[in-house]
């Protein structure tokens, strides 16, 4: 089958599609919760110390990134924080503005000025401003970009449950040297172990991390690679796409959840035909969901696959047409609108896909955390 880029979106085009967020609410104990209370004191005076004692050190890099870079100095970006809440977050400039030099990859707009900031951990010194605000604290999970919405398993999606950092527990482990899975397991441990002997041991062990300038970049060269997803769960488990295209997710008990073929077509285009395995109708929507974003994470990190659809004439099962259309599939023909300037394949020699989803990292006309109807604490059905 070739796939072919379509001619127009349509006037009619007005959601904009993607994958839900699956949620597992972690319930901190009373215990945590009356810290968190009593660190934000903390945070606000030793956030302001910092940003008096910078004040002189910030000058000069400003400088500095005024010589090498230009203007604007500082970078702001949205990141998300507790419960999924969306704040801008402050630093200073390391790579110079994309289409300069004619390049857009990250490791050929990272100046040497820049790596130094990054190694220095000095480009954060303006992010103390978002602590004093309250859009973080000192020590948390990285706060990460909203583009990352829908990529996250409901375990991995856990570390929101607590206010994002500056520094944190993954970062004196390991840094950007970790895996992806490896850093939200980190982070799940750290919200459910938060707490003053936790923190301060951070802290501490930040200093080392920063004047060792260890894990600064991953093997690429680049602060932090994409996130594709994750690429296993606590209750699943995929096997595949092999040599062939056949993969299965299982669950702990090797009982298989979801299941079928994929077949890549040129252009990062992935053709699926996805079926419920053997124990399938007998689980949970939220299970199926993530055996899906499993696949979808393994072809982002596998093969950089942007879009996926199902073939012309596909009739998905309830239970897996729901599964689809939470994932962010839509019909071609549906009056919708994927997060990406570049127009959808839906085209093919003989006739239109049934369904597709753009896999990609929305661009930032399109990227943010949640849809307005947004419950934090709700899972979806």
Same mark, same amino acid.
């Given at each position: 089958?070739?796939?072919?880029?379509?001619?127009?979106?349509?006037?009619r085009?007005r959601?904009v599609?993607?994958?839900?967020?699956?949620?597992?609410?972690?319930?901190?104990?009373?215990?945590?919760?009356?810290?968190?209370?009593?660190?934000?004191?903390?945070d606000?005076?030793?956030?302001?110390l910092?940003?008096?004692?910078?004040?002189?050190?910030?000058?000069?890099?400003s400088?500095?990134?005024?010589?090498t870079?230009? =203007?604007?100095v500082?970078?702001?970006?949205?990141?998300?924080?507790?419960d999924?809440?969306?704040? =801008?977050l402050?630093?200073?400039?390391?790579?110079?503005?994309?289409?300069?030099?004619?390049?857009?990859?990250?490791?050929?707009?990272?100046?040497?000025?820049?790596?130094?900031?990054?190694?220095?951990?000095?480009?954060?010194?303006?992010?103390?401003?978002?602590?004093?605000?309250?859009?973080?604290?000192?020590?948390?999970?990285?706060?990460?970009?909203?583009?990352?919405?829908?990529?996250?398993?409901?375990?991995?999606?856990?570390?929101h449950a607590?206010?994002?950092?500056?520094?944190?527990?993954?970062?004196?482990?390991?840094?950007?040297?970790?895996?992806?899975?490896?850093?939200?397991?980190?982070?799940?441990?750290?919200?459910?172990?938060?707490?003053?002997?936790?923190?301060?041991?951070?802290?501490?062990?930040t200093?080392?991390?920063?004047l060792?300038?260890?894990?600064v970049?991953?093997?690429?060269?680049?602060?932090?690679a994409d996130?594709?997803?994750p690429q296993?769960?606590?209750?699943?488990?995929?096997?595949?796409?092999?040599?062939?295209?056949?993969?299965?997710?299982?669950?702990?008990?090797?009982?298989?959840?979801?299941?079928?073929?994929?077949?890549?077509?040129?252009?990062?285009?992935?053709?699926?035909?996805?079926?419920?395995?053997?124990?399938?109708p007998?689980?949970?929507?939220?299970?199926?969901?993530?055996?899906?974003?499993l696949?979808?994470?393994?072809?982002?990190?596998?093969?950089?696959?942007?879009?996926?659809?199902?073939?012309?004439?596909?009739?998905?099962?309830?239970?897996?047409?729901g599964?689809?259309?939470?994932?962010?599939?839509?019909?071609?023909d549906?009056?919708?609108?994927?997060?990406?300037?570049?127009?959808?394949?839906?085209?093919?020699?003989?006739?239109?896909?049934?369904?597709?989803a753009?896999l990609?990292?929305?661009?930032?006309?399109?990227?943010?955390?949640?849809?307005?109807?947004?419950d934090?604490?709700?899972?979806?059905?």
């Amino acid at each position: 089958m070739m796939i072919r880029g379509n001619t127009a979106r349509g006037r009619r085009a007005r959601v904009v599609v993607g994958p839900l967020q699956r949620l597992t609410p972690m319930r901190l104990s009373p215990q945590q919760q009356s810290y968190l209370r009593r660190r934000r004191l903390a945070d606000v005076l030793l956030g302001g110390l910092g940003l008096v004692v910078a004040a002189l050190p910030m000058l000069v890099v400003s400088v500095g990134v005024m010589a090498t870079m230009g =203007r604007p100095v500082l970078f702001t970006q949205e990141r998300m924080t507790q419960d999924g809440r969306v704040f =801008r977050l402050r630093k200073f400039r390391s790579m110079r503005a994309v289409g300069v030099d004619d390049s857009d990859d990250d490791a050929a707009r990272l100046v040497p000025f820049g790596r130094f900031l990054r190694a220095s951990s000095l480009d954060e010194l303006p992010s103390l401003w978002n602590v004093v605000r309250g859009d973080m604290s000192l020590v948390g999970p990285r706060p990460l970009t909203t583009d990352y919405y829908g990529r996250f398993s409901a375990e991995q999606f856990a570390r929101h449950a607590v206010p994002a950092g500056l520094t944190g527990y993954a970062q004196v482990n390991g840094r950007n040297m970790l895996g992806w899975d490896d850093r939200l397991s980190l982070d799940q441990e750290y919200v459910g172990r938060v707490g003053l002997a936790l923190d301060l041991r951070i802290l501490l062990d930040t200093v080392t991390t920063v004047l060792g300038g260890d894990g600064v970049t991953d093997e690429s060269g680049v602060t932090m690679a994409d996130f594709p997803g994750p690429q296993s769960t606590v209750e699943l488990e995929l096997e595949g796409p092999d040599v062939e295209g056949a993969w299965v997710c299982r669950d702990r008990e090797g009982r298989s959840i979801l299941e079928g073929t994929v077949q890549l077509l040129e252009e990062s285009v992935a053709l699926l035909e996805p079926r419920l395995g053997a124990q399938g109708p007998l689980a949970e929507p939220a299970l199926l969901d993530e055996a899906m974003l499993l696949l979808v994470s393994r072809l982002r990190a596998e093969h950089s696959v942007q879009w996926a659809c199902l073939a012309a004439g596909a009739e998905p099962v309830e239970e897996l047409a729901g599964v689809l259309a939470r994932a962010g599939f839509a019909a071609p023909d549906a009056a919708v609108r994927f997060p990406t300037k570049d127009l959808p394949p839906v085209s093919t020699a003989d006739e239109a896909p049934a369904l597709i989803a753009f896999l990609g990292l929305p661009e930032d006309v399109f990227a943010r955390s949640f849809p307005p109807s947004h419950d934090p604490q709700r899972r979806p059905a």
